[in-house]
């Protein structure tokens, strides 16, 4: 087998069910299997449109920047619409790119509510963890310097690691999932940022999840086959699939020549040494 002919296997069994999952939900569906993805990519681009100007820098940054030395109930507030603010230092093309394909991908695979707990779930930790991180110090491991508590924090991004993190488990495409977090590790050690630890942040909860979500399904009992039918309201059950073909074998059927009495049947033990030990229920 050619080194092509291997790559596309591979290719196909690590996407094709997430491709042909999603191929059949837009054909089935159209748009309306995006209505989430087309809000969220939409609702970001006005609040890009709106932060770039001088009068919706300040509203916006009131309602959606979150930073680890806001009080904590005003920051928990803030979350959601932080899900939407994209970053001011990066190119808004890339952060609209992200969520339509990411959030897309994942509306279909999981639904919308879903995608919408498991985006918010990868926001707040993120923010949780710049909080603690810097309640640490540089010192501890996983600190942070106390310069990181003003910085906003990472916007759509950690949900979008989250949601291809999810999506990838869910859908069987381990190495995609897994070529992910070493991304995600990479860009730590190569640029060591509040952004790229939150995503790991992030990631760290969603495997989480996911290990969780394993191990629940592990136990639950497998599903029992072959149950015997309820009894019916004169107390006996139906009959058992093939018992007709069994009494028309036996001559007992409708149309066969042999009676049944009612009596229960004559067991005899005419193998043993003789009539005189012939033992009958009658």
């Not at 916006?60 to 803030?78: I, K, N, Q, T, Y």
């Not at 309640?135 to 310097?145: C, D, N, R, V, Y």
């Not at 003003?150 to 993190?165: C, E, Y």
């Not at 007709?244 to 005419?270: D, V």
Request: hydrophobic share 50%; proline share 6%; glycine share 10%.
């Amino acid at each position: 087998m050619s080194r092509r002919a291997a790559l596309r296997r591979a290719a196909v069994r690590e996407w094709g069910p997430l491709a042909a999952a999603v191929r059949t939900a837009l054909a089935e569906r159209g748009a309306r299997a995006l209505a989430l993805t087309l809000t969220a990519t939409a609702l970001t681009a006005l609040v890009q449109l709106v932060q770039n100007q001088s009068w919706g820098y300040g509203p916006v940054r009131a309602l959606g920047a979150v930073r680890a030395e806001d009080p904590f109930w005003s920051a928990l507030l803030r979350t959601p619409l932080s899900l939407f603010v994209p970053a001011l230092d990066l190119p808004v093309w890339g952060a609209l790119a992200q969520i339509l394909l990411v959030f897309g991908v994942a509306e279909i695979c999981l639904g919308r509510w879903r995608t919408l707990a498991v985006a918010y779930a990868a926001t707040l930790a993120g923010t949780l963890y710049a909080r603690i991180g810097v309640a640490l110090g540089p010192e501890a491991l996983l600190g942070l310097p106390a310069s990181d508590a003003r910085v906003v924090d990472t916007g759509p991004s950690a949900a979008v690691v989250a949601l291809a993190v999810y999506v990838c488990h869910q859908r069987r495409a381990r190495f995609t999932g897994a070529l992910v977090v070493v991304a995600m590790v990479v860009e730590v050690l190569v640029k060591d940022n509040l952004a790229g630890r939150e995503h790991l942040a992030a990631i760290a909860v969603v495997l989480a999840v996911c290990g969780v979500r394993e191990w629940l399904g592990r136990r639950a009992p497998a599903p029992r086959t072959g149950r015997r039918a309820p009894a019916t309201r004169t107390g006996r059950r139906p009959p058992a699939p093939g018992a007709g073909r069994r009494r028309s074998a036996q001559g007992l059927g409708a149309g066969g020549g042999g009676t049944r009495s009612g009596a229960p049947p004559m067991r005899s033990w005419n193998f043993r040494r003789g009539p005189a030990q012939r033992t009958s229920w009658w």
